[in-house]
């Protein structure tokens, strides 16, 4: 599966955009670099049970282990300390960074409720995507009936796009449904 979608970038998306762009080299075009998923857990705070939960359904999603990620500062008014866990993270490059997109793109967001695309104002300026979901559930590995929580999570395609329009054109032609 994640093969297929390798294989399509190499052999199809490369030539296409370095005729759209006037690429002279193919090490100028632009490629995604890694993807990381970010899990937020603000009631780890309180519960870590609720921590490892969440470990183990991005583990499940990513097909990696994910990393905990801690406060780098105490808030008060969140009761949160210094080095708490907060959340849970995973960077995926190569097969498994192609496996997710590939799942991402043609399993998961299709299955996403009034699904109509994802917008085209998510790009920062520098060719990344960042992409917000709203629940876990909407992914293959993840049953509705062990979720105690239902959960959102951040997306971000890092690539190696100069401009925004360089990375669009990358991820459409990749398979990313963007809204019309």
Same mark, same amino acid.
């Given at each position: 599966?994640?093969?297929?979608?390798?294989?399509?970038?190499?052999?199809?998306i490369?030539? +296409?955009?370095?005729?759209?762009?006037?690429?002279?080299?193919?090490?100028?075009?632009?490629?995604?670099?890694?993807?990381?998923?970010?899990?937020?857990?603000?009631?780890?705070v309180? #519960?870590?049970k609720?921590?490892?939960?969440?470990?183990?359904?991005?583990?499940?999603?990513?097909?990696?282990?994910?990393?905990?990620?801690?406060?780098?500062?105490?808030?008060?008014?969140?009761?949160?300390?210094?080095?708490m866990?907060?959340?849970?993270?995973?960077?995926?490059?190569?097969?498994?960074?192609?496996?997710?997109?590939?799942?991402?793109? #043609?399993? +998961?967001?299709?299955?996403?409720?009034?699904?109509?695309?994802?917008? #085209?104002?998510?790009?920062?300026g520098?060719?990344?995507?960042?992409?917000?979901?709203?629940?876990?559930?909407?992914?293959?590995?993840?049953?509705?009936?062990?979720?105690?929580?239902?959960?959102?999570?951040?997306?971000?395609?890092?690539?190696?796009?100069?401009?925004?329009?360089e990375?669009?054109?990358?991820?459409?032609?990749?398979?990313?449904?963007? +809204?019309?």
């Amino acid at each position: 599966m994640a093969v297929r979608m390798k294989d399509r970038f190499l052999n199809e998306i490369t030539p +296409a955009l370095m005729q759209k762009f006037n690429y002279t080299t193919v090490m100028q075009v632009p490629k995604i670099e890694k993807v990381v998923i970010n899990m937020g857990v603000g009631e780890a705070v309180s #519960n870590s049970k609720v921590l490892d939960a969440a470990v183990e359904e991005l583990r499940k999603i990513a097909g990696q282990k994910p990393v905990v990620t801690r406060a780098k500062k105490s808030i008060a008014g969140f009761k949160l300390r210094e080095n708490m866990p907060i959340g849970v993270k995973v960077t995926l490059r190569g097969e498994r960074m192609y496996y997710f997109l590939d799942k991402l793109f #043609n399993i +998961a967001l299709p299955r996403v409720r009034d699904f109509r695309g994802i917008s #085209n104002k998510a790009f920062d300026g520098r060719g990344n995507y960042t992409l917000g979901l709203k629940e876990q559930l909407i992914f293959p590995e993840i049953e509705y009936d062990q979720v105690d929580k239902i959960r959102g999570m951040d997306v971000v395609i890092v690539t190696t796009a100069k401009t925004d329009e360089e990375s669009r054109e990358l991820l459409t032609q990749l398979g990313m449904p963007f +809204a019309k």
